[in-house]
Structure formats: structure tokens, C-alpha cells
């Protein structure tokens, strides 16, 4: 997903939001990178510095400290565009520790930051088009990204920041001018589409199989419910509709669930209360409100380390679900070592779903739509989720990969392995043919 937003002032961007990695850690920093033939042009290279970047903030040239272009400083200071994996996908990389998918992702952004260049414009003030929006294409950009691993609320979440200063080199008028937006916004789902096709293409590299659906893809062994354990924004997104349908009798806007998402307390409590005098011509009682903005983030975060964040992702799986995780990974990295890819590794087994806690629980009635999902408690307390996937999985999942061992050492010239197991298939198969269809070999 790729989402663009205007950073108007931008003074404390860097300190506590980019280098923080949406959370306080205590004594970390996320090191950017400056990226884009505009840094280059103005010899900005590896990792980023504070001075460089307030440089470009208050629209002035790093090296020279001469105002960069001719706009004033009530004009925007960034655009940040911001792209973010698959929630299965950053699953992967942050619970299941494989840092390949960390690299894969990258690469994808990589790409996805090269056909954003390619969209960078000034708009286009000469001639009979001096009075018009149009624009006109320059190529380059000055670009700080940042990559971060976890939410505000500590799901583990795979995105990039690519802030992009307010700034790109016109060739023809040989100065610098104000980024354009408009060419990149419009292309966004263009590039979106392109971005998740890159990275499920470095991913099937890596081994791991893809479900595609609507547009998105999601790894294959990850179950829904996994993914709704690290979905603690959507559950008070859900918690949040509800109460407000309760309060004013009706469904919130997209505009207010934006609101929702983006707003502080502080905010929120005024907000709300404005609406509910409008709705009931009174303030409304000190309970209500605070009830009311519960689950709005707060922006004076508490400081917590990395390891806390981890050992706190890892709390909201059980023990099975952990050990899944783990032979997915295990797989994948094992199918990716087979060599002769093109002929062998068509032949791989499927990945074995993880088992669920509530398969492990024993509990009842799986989830398959938002309005089960609203039943979920709020963040914190032990949701009430069932099995999404059989119970023999695993072990159909153990039979597949010995196979899959098998047609490996086939290929490298020791077949014997892969014909005594197709021998003991055949012979089990005669004798019970109701019960073929579930033999893992």
C-alpha cells in the first residue's frame, strides 16, 4: 500500500517520528538513507544528518546554506510517501526473524522509489500555461528513507518512509523548483500494484507461495487469525463504529474515521464534544467522553525498548502458533536452497498452514468477516478467535516436505529415496483406498 501525505512545518519529523520507528525506543535510532538523483545532485549521500536535513526543511541548499527555491516557508516542507507491506508479510520478517524478507522488501521499495522519480514534476509557468496547473517532468528527486518495522501500537508492520523534500532540479530553467505532487498521487495505485508485484515476486524467490485476492496477495501458512492478532488498529477501528453507531445512531463518515485514525486525545475530546452538543444541545458527561476516546493514540508515548517490542509481539501467539511460524520459515529457506530451480522447484509441496491458539483451545465458530471480527475484545484482553485451519495439517505438512527432501536429493542423482517412498504411497494406496487422499509419505 502506498499512501502520500504533506508535511506542512515538519520541525520534530525527524527526532520523533522517522528516526523513532513509530515508537519511543529507548537509546535507538532508525538510520535513514538519502536517496534520488536530486540528493546526488547536491552531494547528499549515505546516511542521514540532522543539519543536512533541517537544512532542507527550512527550503534551504545543505551545502551553501542559499534559499534552495523560490517558494516561502508557508508552503509544505515534505511529502511523505509511505509504503507498507502486507500484514502476513511483515509477519515474516518481525516474528518469524527472517531478515531475507526484510532484504526482498527493500528491493521492492527500491523499485517502487525509481518509477516514483520518474514522476517528479514543476509545475509549468511559462508561456500560455503560466497561469495553468499544469506540470511538466524533471526526473529527480531528494529523497530521506526511513525504513521502520512496527507500529504505534507495536504490531509488527513493514514500511518505508521516503520524504521527499519540497524540491526538484528543472533542467530547462537550470534552478531548483517546488516538487509537483499531483503526477505521483496519481499514479499512486499504478505504483501500488507494481510495488506488491515485486515484492511477491522476491518473495516466491525466497521460497515462500502467494495467495492473491482483490489486488493484494498474502504469504500462503499465515492463517486470518494470526493476522488479526496483529490488527490492534482495525479491532478499535471496529470498537470505535460501534460505540459511535450506540452514541448518534448511525454509522461514522470515512472522513471521521480518518479523523479517528490520525487524531490525539486532546483533539478527539474536543472533536467529539463539538459533535455532540450539534446532535443533542448539551455537553455531554465527563464518563461518555472519556469512554468515547479510549482507544485514540496517545502522543506522548512511553519509551520501550526493541527487545520489549519483540518479547510483546511474540505474547500474542501461542506456543503452536510460534513453532508454525518457525517451520514455515525453516521451509521456505530450505526450498529456496534446492538447486536446478526451474525444474525442481515447480514441484515443491504447498507450505503448512501455522496451527491457531483457538484450534489449540478448542474453540468454535471461525472468523471470516469484519462483522465477527467486532466481537473481538478491545486490545489487551484474550480475543475470541477459533481454528481457521484441519488439525492434521502439520502433519501433512511434515509428510509434503520429506517428499519435497526426496525430490531434492532426486535431482542431485539419488533417486532411491523418492522411489521407495513413490512404492510405499502405491502399496498403502491399494490397501486403503478410502484413506489415500490424506497419505503424507
Do not use: C
Given at each position: 500500500m502506498i499512501t502520500i501525505s504533506q508535511i506542512a512545518n515538519g520541525s520534530t519529523y525527524l527526532s520523533k517520528h522517522l528516526s523513532a520507528n513509530d515508537y519511543y525506543s529507548e537509546g535507538e535510532k532508525v538510520k535513514g538513507e538519502w536517496w534520488g538523483?536530486?540528493?546526488?545532485?547536491?552531494?547528499?549521500?549515505?546516511?542521514?544528518?540532522?543539519?543536512?536535513?533541517?537544512a532542507l526543511r527550512t527550503n534551504?541548499?545543505?551545502?551553501?546554506?542559499?534559499?534552495?527555491?523560490?517558494?516561502?516557508?508557508k508552503k509544505n516542507a515534505f511529502h511523505d510517501i509511505t509504503i507498507s507491506a502486507p500484514k502476513s508479510v511483515s509477519i515474516l520478517a518481525v516474528v518469524g526473524q527472517d531478515d531475507r524478507v526484510r532484504e526482498a522488501f527493500k528491493k521492492a521499495v527500491s523499485s517502487t522509489c525509481e518509477a516514483l522519480e520518474r514522476h517528479a514534476a514543476v509545475r509549468e509557468r511559462q508561456g500560455i500555461k503560466a497561469s495553468s496547473n499544469g506540470s511538466r517532468p524533471t526526473g529527480n528527486?531528494?529523497?530521506?528513507?526511513?525504513?521502520?518495522?512496527?507500529?504505534?501500537?507495536?504490531?509488527?508492520?513493514?514500511?518505508?518512509?521516503?520524504?521527499?523534500?519540497?524540491?526538484?532540479?528543472?533542467?530547462?530553467?537550470?534552478?531548483?523548483?517546488?516538487l509537483q505532487p499531483k503526477p505521483m498521487m496519481e499514479s499512486s495505485v499504478n505504483l501500488t500494484r507494481q510495488f506488491r508485484?515485486?515484492?511477491?515476486?522476491?518473495?516466491?524467490?525466497?521460497?515462500?507461495?502467494?495467495?492473491?485476492?482483490?489486488?493484494?496477495?498474502?504469504?500462503?501458512?499465515?492463517?486470518?487469525?494470526i493476522e488479526q492478532r496483529y490488527s490492534q488498529r482495525t479491532i478499535q477501528r471496529l470498537a470505535f463504529e460501534d460505540r459511535y453507531r450506540e452514541i448518534f445512531g448511525q454509522a461514522p463518515s470515512?472522513?471521521?474515521?480518518?479523523?479517528?485514525?490520525?487524531?490525539?486525545?486532546?483533539?478527539?475530546?474536543?472533536?467529539?464534544?463539538?459533535?455532540?452538543?450539534?446532535?443533542?444541545?448539551?455537553?455531554p458527561p465527563r464518563k461518555t467522553v472519556e469512554r468515547f476516546v479510549q482507544d485514540w493514540r496517545d502522543p506522548k508515548l512511553k519509551s520501550i525498548s526493541s527487545a520489549s517490542v519483540r518479547a510483546i509481539q511474540k505474547s500474542r501467539l501461542s506456543s503452536?502458533?510460534?513453532?508454525?511460524?518457525?517451520?514455515?520459515?525453516?521451509?521456505?529457506?530450505?526450498?529456496?536452497?534446492?538447486?536446478?530451480?526451474?525444474?525442481a522447484q515447480n514441484h515443491l509441496p504447498p507450505h503448512a498452514p501455522i496451527i491457531s491458539?483457538?484450534?489449540?483451545?478448542?474453540?468454535?465458530?471461525?472468523?471470516?468477516?469484519?462483522?465477527?471480527?467486532?466481537?473481538?475484545?478491545?486490545?489487551?484482553?484474550?480475543?475470541r478467535i477459533a481454528p481457521y485451519f484441519a488439525s492434521r495439517a502439520r502433519g501433512e505438512a511434515i509428510g509434503r516436505l520429506?517428499?519435497?527432501?526426496?525430490?531434492?536429493?532426486?535431482?542431485?542423482?539419488?533417486?532411491?529415496?523418492?522411489?521407495?517412498?513413490?512404492?510405499?504411497?502405491?502399496?498403502?494406496?491399494?490397501?486403503?483406498p478410502h484413506r489415500s487422499r490424506h497419505l503424507t509419505m
Open positions: 538523483k536530486g540528493a546526488d545532485r547536491l552531494d547528499l549521500k549515505g546516511q542521514i544528518g540532522e543539519t543536512e536535513f533541517e534551504r541548499n545543505p551545502s551553501t546554506g542559499d534559499k534552495l527555491t523560490a517558494r516561502d516557508g528527486v531528494v529523497a530521506a528513507v526511513f525504513h521502520h518495522d512496527t507500529s504505534r501500537l507495536l504490531d509488527p508492520q513493514l514500511h518505508a518512509h521516503v520524504v521527499l523534500a519540497n524540491a526538484t532540479y528543472d533542467q530547462q530553467r537550470e534552478a531548483w523548483f517546488a508485484q515485486d515484492l511477491a515476486a522476491g518473495l516466491q524467490h525466497l521460497g515462500y507461495s502467494i495467495e492473491w485476492s482483490d489486488g493484494t496477495f498474502r504469504v500462503a501458512g499465515i492463517s486470518h487469525e470515512k472522513s471521521r474515521v480518518e479523523a479517528f485514525i490520525k487524531e490525539g486525545k486532546t483533539a478527539a475530546s474536543g472533536r467529539f464534544r463539538e459533535e455532540y452538543h450539534a446532535a443533542f444541545q448539551m455537553e503452536g502458533q510460534l513453532s508454525g511460524l518457525r517451520d514455515l520459515v525453516t521451509h521456505a529457506q530450505r526450498s529456496h536452497d534446492i538447486p536446478n530451480e526451474g525444474s491458539r483457538a484450534e489449540e483451545d478448542h474453540s468454535q465458530n471461525p472468523i471470516t468477516s469484519k462483522s465477527k471480527l467486532r466481537r473481538l475484545r478491545p486490545a489487551g484482553s484474550k480475543l520429506r517428499r519435497a527432501l526426496a525430490i531434492q536429493a532426486a535431482f542431485r542423482g539419488a533417486p532411491q529415496g523418492l522411489l521407495s517412498m513413490t512404492v510405499k504411497r502405491t502399496l498403502h494406496s491399494r490397501h486403503h
